[in-house]
């Protein structure tokens, strides 16, 4: 009870008190070891002292020893000799006696035993000099005086008076109390000397028991300080640390939104009241968060509500104007309803932006992660935006030979969606010149590569002080941008946004009056997989069942499914439905629904709760769903493919999407399987488009030079292509393959290498050289050999050949060869069932619209007939001169005479040679050789196809 209630007072100590407490407990126990060692070495110190006075003392005893043999010889040298010299010692160490007994007296005051020897020893020596030493020198000293001068008998008085004194000296002599005097005070002085030693070796045992206790306490001492110390800062430190931890632990948690987590501390200092400060801001950021979220919710369910009240009218005007502009109509309706579409697809464009920042700022935005195709898709941007270009008579230039990465995988939609505001952005604000895009990849690591791509402009610029802001919410340069040009300010702000979520960043480097320079850098994976293409499925006598509780939405979709042969069943709610499903399984006449299209937002049953239902109902389980929604989610298409969704979509979805999303959900594939969870818009727009399982076939104004010496071979190739409707002419040799080609335009050679008269290394580099004509100079030419050795490939390519096939001909090659380097004009030969189902969708291609010519010429024939001619006149020519002129590189040329084709081909409605004028048309103005070269091929097939039709 004692022990907690002062653990109890201890924690209550603020962490100061803890930190003096734990510095002042080992320091009092030092200050207490100090002190006793203190005391011992002042022990220590008194001790040799004690020792020193012992060594005087015992020398000078020996010194008193030292006297008295003085005394002692001093006094026989005189008794013996008579001569007073020897009494100088005598006398001297008489007097120094006094003084040196007196110090003795004095250095063992304190020691009465040894004080008494002493005093003894004191007066045994006097008693020595009284009773034997002062005698005898006197009894000397009176024989010494005795004189020997005189008469005879004086001296021998003299003489008897002397021996009589000698005598008596000797006696005085022989007499034992001297010596025996002289003997006590040997043995006082042997027992003085001894008590002194004894002493001595018990003061010098105390002085090293006193050194060794010094050394002791000094070691024990210190350890114990140490450990003490330690012990008090451990747990002092433990006690603070333990509660720091708490504190630590309890911000992370509630750093990553665990508010409800309680900081509890175990002392009552600091740290308690920091704790406290703590629990009151989690339960204030709490509270915080609670009305944050709750005002989230209300937003989303308000944007949620918006997003399915525009999209839905605005699905259905899409829907309709696509379902009307497929519909027979003159050129004025046909106009205003695109000009209608366009508007719409502008407001819904306006729309998506507003919505898609407002996902990214609630953190709903997710990504996806696809393979796509990225030179086709920045060519599909670049074609997408070259319109607007065109009409601002802007070169748009595409620049992608860094881009040495085609397949990777990511976001390809956003990935779109950057680029067409970047690149839209570059257009508006251009008048004059030129907008480029480069774009480049470069080799993070094995999976992954970094994506560049720059947008420049030589448009109006930005100033300096402008461009940090360009990025923020509904920003512009100044506020006559927006006046001016439009815009919501949005677009950048999306861009950074959608950039930083791919992982990327997005800058931009400007100059009033010169320009401007967007960057994108972003990191995509490397995708090693081949893509897949879209599967061939009939989609004709579907069964299809659509719930939605919009009318026109079904009305729409059930148009567009019906026009491709699906038969359509509708529902208005969930609950209808599942009505309907129950009744068509009990139907063993009729076939259940293959797929289910099913409306996301819908009153008492939504979307997602059918799909659960129809799931869990085995009746219904295996028919296939897809979801359609006006507002995407984060996380909506792994939440719906764990429902069981096979395919989700945003509204309004375009028709070609609904169209491939039908052929690979029925397929049942590895195309329905890669997607990743399910199939997307995005995803679809990875794949290729719809292989055809028809022989590939072209059409006879598709001519081909066979330049061939050999019989047999003539009639072989000859037969083979002439079975896929090529028109096809005979060379004996090169050199006639020259001439023929001056004469006549065709769209391939093929050419024999080993041949009389000029073999076909030769004639290439003729042809090539532009012996054959100017137009002819880029001509592909397919090299067929017999021969099968090393470097026979090279040296084609050496002499300028395209390509090259081994004889005999193998068709399955040859085929491949075909397909590579000649464009299939006669697609109707070659599309499979499904697009036939879909014209609704896909227009077949009009070459020559005669009503529509006779009608802008008022149904003049004569008038036609003359214009039909002109334009037989100017066909070589004008052929000739634009393929000229692309081989020079001569742009300004090539782009008038596009111009002239183009404008001819519009007055004799020819819609065909006039859409691939005008798409060549926009490469050459944009300078794009690669582009234009392949083009041109289909241009020229599209010319000569116009003219045999005209002919015709």
């Known amino acids: 009870m004692h022990s907690k209630t002062e653990r109890s007072s201890i924690n209550n100590l603020s962490i100061r008190s803890k930190i003096i407490l734990s510095a002042a407990i080992p320091m009092l126990l030092m200050s207490m070891i100090a002190t006793v060692v203190y005391i011992n070495i002042e022990k220590t110190i008194s001790t040799a002292k004690l020792v020193e006075q012992t060594h005087s003392i015992t020398a000078k005893g020996n010194e008193l020893i030292k006297l008295m043999l003085d005394m002692e010889t001093g006094e026989r040298g005189y008794l013996i000799t008579g001569n007073a010299a020897f009494l100088a010692p005598f006398n001297n160490a008489k007097r120094v006696w006094v003084a040196r007994i007196n110090e003795l007296k004095t250095l063992v005051a304190d020691n009465p035993p040894q004080l008494a020897r002493i005093t003894k020893i004191d007066q045994l020596q006097t008693q020595w000099l009284i009773e034997a030493a002062d005698i005898v020198i006197a009894a000397r000293l009176k024989v010494n005086n005795i004189s020997q001068q005189g008469d005879s008998a004086a001296i021998n008085e003299a ?7 000698l005598a008596n000296v000797v006696k005085l002599v022989e007499d034992k109390t001297g010596k025996d005097i002289i003997d006590n005070i040997r043995a006082t002085k042997e027992r003085f000397v001894e008590a002194e030693n004894l002493l001595l070796v018990k003061r010098q045992q105390a002085a090293l028991v006193a050194a060794t206790n010094t050394k002791t306490m000094i070691i024990v001492g210190t350890l114990f300080a140490i450990i003490l110390a330690s012990l008090i800062a451990f747990f002092t430190s433990a006690n603070i640390l333990s509660n720091l931890k708490k504190l630590i632990l309890g911000t992370k948690k509630i750093a990553e939104g665990n508010f409800d987590h309680i900081i509890e501390v175990s002392n009552k200092d600091e740290l308690s009241l920091l704790a406290d400060s703590f629990n009151n801001m989690s339960q204030s950021l709490k509270d915080s968060i609670d009305e944050m979220e709750s005002a989230l919710q209300s937003k989303g369910e308000f944007l949620a509500s918006m997003s399915h009240e525009i999209r839905t009218p605005m699905n259905g005007v899409l829907g309709m104007l696509g379902l009307l502009l497929n519909t027979k109509l003159d050129k004025d309706q046909h106009h ?3 000009i209608a579409q ?9 729309i998506n932006d507003i919505l898609d920042f407002s996902k990214i ?11 796509f195709n990225l030179q086709k898709t920045l060519e599909e941007v670049a074609e997408s935006l070259g319109y607007q270009a065109h009409e601002k008579e802007l070169e748009l230039v595409l620049d992608i030979a860094k881009v040495e990465h085609l397949h990777i995988k990511g976001d390809t939609n956003r990935l779109r969606q950057i680029l067409t505001n970047l690149i839209s952005n570059a257009i508006k604000f251009t008048a004059t010149g030129e907008v480029i895009i480069r774009a480049s990849t470069k080799q993070i690591d094995t999976n992954n590569v970094q994506f560049t791509c720059h947008i420049i402009d030589t448009g109006i610029g930005i100033e300096a002080d402008k461009q940090s802001g360009l990025f923020e919410s509904f920003t512009q340069a100044d506020s006559s941008t927006t006046r001016k040009y439009g815009g919501t300010g949005l677009g950048l702000t999306i861009c950074k946004r959608l950039t930083e979520l791919m992982l990327g960043h997005v800058a931009v480097s400007s100059e009033i009056g010169k320009g401007s320079d967007f960057s994108i850098e972003i990191p995509f994976e490397v995708e090693n997989e081949q893509p897949l293409a879209v599967p061939n499925i009939n989609i004709k006598g579907l069964n299809i069942l659509i719930v939605d509780d919009n009318k026109t939405n079904r009305e729409v979709l059930q148009g567009l499914l019906e026009s491709w042969g699906a038969i359509v069943v509708e529902a208005v709610s969930g609950k209808e439905a599942l009505q309907i499903c129950q009744q068509r399984s009990q139907q063993a006449h009729k076939k259940f629904f293959d797929i289910a299209f099913l409306d996301m937002q819908m009153p008492e049953m939504d979307g ?26 984060q996380g909506d298409n792994e939440y719906f493919s764990n429902i069981g969704f096979s395919a989700y979509f945003t509204k309004p979805t375009t028709t070609s999407d609904l169209f491939s999303a039908l052929a690979i959900i029925i397929e049942d594939g590895d195309t329905l399987k890669r997607a990743q969870p399910l199939v997307t818009s995005q995803y679809i727009k990875s794949l290729n488009p719809c292989q055809s399982t028809q022989p590939a076939s072209w059409t006879k104004s598709t001519h081909i030079l066979l330049v061939e010496d050999n019989k047999v071979n003539q009639m072989v190739a000859k037969s083979v292509l002439e079975e896929y409707k090529f028109s096809v002419d005979i060379a004996e040799h090169g050199g006639e393959a020259i001439s023929k080609l001056r004469a006549y335009p065709y769209h391939l050679v ?11 290394y030769e004639a290439t580099r003729r042809i090539r050289s532009g012996e054959a004509g100017t137009s002819n100079s880029q001509i592909t030419i397919i090299a067929m050999t017999a021969n099968a050795m090393v470097g026979d490939k090279e040296k084609c390519f050496e002499a300028g050949m395209n390509d090259y096939l081994s004889k005999p001909l193998d068709i399955e090659q040859l085929l491949k060869k075909l397909q590579q380097w000649v464009p299939i004009t006669d697609k109707s030969a070659t599309r499979p069932e499904v697009e036939k189902i879909a014209q609704a969708e896909k227009p ?17 024939n004569d008038l036609l007939l003359a214009v039909v001619d002109q334009f037989h006149q100017e066909a070589p020519d004008n052929i000739n001169q634009l393929t000229l002129a692309i081989n020079e590189n001569n742009w300004s040329q090539a782009s008038k005479i596009a111009h002239i084709i183009k404008s001819n081909a519009a007055n004799l409605s020819g819609l065909d040679l006039l859409d691939k004028t005008t798409e060549l048309e926009l490469h050459i103005k944009n300078e794009n050789e690669s582009q234009v070269k392949t083009l041109l091929p289909e241009f020229i097939i599209s010319y000569q196809t116009l003219i045999s039709t005209l002919q015709e």
């Open 361 to 371: 700022e609630a953190g709903k935005l997710s990504l996806e992660k696809i393979p």
């Open 750 to 760: 093929f050419m024999d290498c080993q041949m009389p008269v000029m073999d076909g």
């Open 608 to 633: 997602s709760d059918l799909g659960k239902q129809l799931q869990s109902n085995a009746a219904f389980s295996k028919m296939k769903l897809v979801m359609m929604t006006s507002i995407g989610e």
């Open 159 to 165: 003489k008897q008076s002397k021996a009589q004194a």
């Open 336 to 338: 205003k309803a695109s």
């Open 844 to 860: 077949s291609v009009v070459i020559w619209d005669k009503q529509q010519a006779m009608q802008r010429l008022l149904n003049n």
């Open 342 to 350: 366009s508007s719409a697809q502008s407001l819904l464009t306006i």
